[in-house]
């Protein structure tokens, strides 16, 4: 059984939810109309990025009536959004919500805020501190928000609790115009750690970067598709806004786990020894 | 050339024309003015600006001054016909040497010059009439003369009142306004004869102060502005224009390129050095 997922890489404007809403729902419809059963979009889609002093004006919490259009339309395909979330503890995070069946089925809170060069991310948000798993009925998800995948023990963390997918929405800027690269040095970068993510996790990696500009940062597209053997099927390439719907297996992360059982080699509990002596050796 | 600093010059073209594009275009901006010197720098500039509007969306303005060297204008003619941008020329040095006394002339005054040249409707005459098929805001911004004297009026009529006088530490509402500081309006700049600010921006400054004060210092959403008993057309109002000013208060956006870009990620002090 194959599961068509469409990839939306917009170019949300900044701040302006209503606008956002609206360009979400008309990806909805084309993604429908394309007969896909799941939408991704990109990081922070129905917000933009560099909020700054804005991000507490475009919070929303995961119930807002805001919401309710795409929840609705959630019922006839699943979607995953980016958002500002206003969490119950009054606190701001950088979300990442899987609308299903006409509800929140699941969500994300950004665990490895960017702060450093043009970042500032701390600034204005509060850190997420879990990797649950979503139970979707396509399959079981694992959503790592952009910086998310830069540091390992996120994908790992999926990768023992058996996803069938990894879903990347990032808001990457376009850097690197060197010579040397061929392309953008960022989207060159982000393909080989997307791939060898899903080599590593045998999870299918599907990422969705948004495109356009936020006072002179541009953001660089690229979004794509790789198979559970680090093979890419699909990708968006350029810095145009655009859609690409890829179809896909969700059961052929457990064949290939069957054909390479790295999954059932895992030591975890070395992780967690080793852990406890580093943690041991840091109080002396 | 040091390999490092070698580029893709097809990607950074693309990525500057689709800058130049983006960033105009959400100020409703199609169509560019610039000074055209016969140097790399302004030609580089026509060029991308060219391809990002279109040629005939791009007006060259050479500018030279008694003095200048012949070739620059030639230079610069020739670079225009090349790109086919119309141009227009406006010699500085009647008003120039007009500026105290004309042998002490310097390079920066003639600088400023030549942008008071660029801001006068007259060097935009030469591009009246030019036709934009499927222009988005066709009519307003038709006539550049029209569409300079619009930006010239956003640049210059509002600010709310408490964001211009502000001295630190003054409770809202009572920002003492500098004598002499009745208002600013109209396209010069100065008052235009039984006019005030207030009358011109719809609401007085003590209200506005007032609700500034909560909007920007407190942090007041327009929800809890409204709850605080203010009027919802001024809270729009104010609002609107709170945020549709901020531009003239950073630098101007610069396409991000290199790995660290002033605005960014170049993070000093404007008195780094100081």
Known sequence: ?284 | MNEQLDVQPELVIELLVRFLRAEAGKFGFRRALLGLSGGIDSAISAALAARAFGPENVLSVLMPYRTSNPSSERDALEVAKALGTPTRKVDISAMADGYLDAEQVEDRMRARQRHGALSDDRALRPLDGVARPGHRHEQQDRDPARLLDAVRRRSQRVEPARRLVQAPGLPAGRAPRPSGVRARQGPVGGPLRGQTDEEELGFGYAEADRLLHLLVDRRYSERDLLAAGFDPELIRSVVRRVAANQYKRLPPIIAKLSQRSVNHDFRYLRSWGH
């Not at chain 1, 922070?44 to 990025?49: F, M, R």
């Not at chain 1, 309710?68 to 503890?89: H, M, N, Q, T």
């Not at chain 1, 899903?198 to 541009?218: F, K, L, P, Y």
Request: aromatic share 8%.
């Open chain 1, 1 to 284: 059984m194959t599961i068509r997922i469409q990839l939306a890489q917009v170019e949300p404007t900044l701040g302006n939810l209503e606008a956002n809403r609206a360009l979400h729902l008309a990806e909805v419809e084309a993604a429908r109309s394309e007969g896909a059963q799941a939408i991704c979009f990109p990081e922070l889609s129905l917000t933009g990025y560099f909020l700054k002093d804005q991000t507490p004006e475009v919070a929303l919490s995961r119930e807002s009536a805001f919401l309710e259009p795409l929840v609705e339309a959630s019922r006839r395909i699943s979607i995953g959004v980016g958002f500002v979330e206003r969490g119950r503890d009054g606190r701001t995070y950088n979300s990442y919500a899987w609308l299903e069946d006409g509800r929140v089925a699941g969500l994300h809170r950004k665990v490895h805020l960017v702060s450093y060069g043009m970042f500032e991310e701390s600034r204005d948000l509060a850190a997420g501190e879990h990797y649950k798993p979503i139970e979707s009925k396509l399959g079981r998800l694992g959503v790592l928000i952009c910086e998310d995948l830069w540091h390992m023990e996120g994908a790992w963390l999926y990768f023992q609790q058996g996803v069938d997918a990894l879903i990347v929405p990032s808001a990457s800027p376009a850097r690197g115009v060197e010579a040397g690269n061929d392309g953008l040095g960022s989207v060159r970068t982000w393909r080989s750690l997307l791939e060898t993510t899903a080599t590593m996790t045998q999870s299918w990696v599907v990422h969705v970067n948004r495109t356009g500009w936020e006072d002179g940062i541009s953001f660089g597209g690229g979004s794509r598709v790789i198979d559970p053997y680090g093979a890419q099927v699909g990708e968006l390439a350029g810095l145009d806004a655009g859609r690409l719907h890829v179809d896909v297996d969700p059961r052929e992360a457990a064949r290939a786990r069957t054909r390479v059982p790295l999954r059932r080699d895992e030591k975890p509990w070395i992780l967690r020894r080793e852990l406890e002596r580093l943690a041991e050796e840091d109080s002396r």
